[in-house]
């Protein structure tokens, strides 16, 4: 059964730091690229980051500098690591998987995790 878990959201205050996690379960992780997602509320879905399965990254300009994508295939993680964080980063996060390469079309990612929830607030 293919699976994909966040985790890792929380409160944060502006400025400070999370590190996100992504589970990945029944499939080979390492022939797939891994994508991050967000969504707030009233808001679209948006791609946060992508890693490949050779570990090349792509960033959305509004986090570029601040969030940093990771992958452990032996222990089928990916983590984002996420500091500077500003309120408009507040959101639902998501992981998905794309079959070997990043891609901006999101109904190209498939087996989207429950999300986890992000808050930046004072």
């Known amino acids: 059964q293919v699976q994909l878990v966040e985790s890792g959201g929380g409160l944060v205050q502006p400025g400070g730091s999370l590190r996100l996690s992504c589970a990945a379960s029944?499939?080979?992780?390492?022939?797939?690229?891994i994508g991050w997602f967000r969504q707030a509320p009233g808001k679209e879905r948006e791609g946060v980051s992508c890693?490949?399965?050779?570990?090349?990254?792509y960033y959305a300009d509004s986090v570029k500098g601040r969030f940093t994508i990771s992958r452990d295939n032996a222990k089928k993680m990916v983590y984002l690591q996420m500091n500077s964080l500003k309120p408009e980063d507040t959101a639902v996060y998501y992981c998905?998987?794309?079959?070997?390469?990043?891609?901006?079309?999101?109904?190209?990612?498939?087996?989207w995790g429950q999300g986890t929830q992000v808050t930046v607030s004072s």
């Open positions: 998905a998987r794309r079959w070997r390469s990043c891609g901006p079309t999101l109904s190209e990612y498939a087996y």
């Open positions: 029944g499939f080979t992780a390492d022939m797939y690229a």
């Open positions: 890693i490949t399965r050779d570990a090349s990254t």
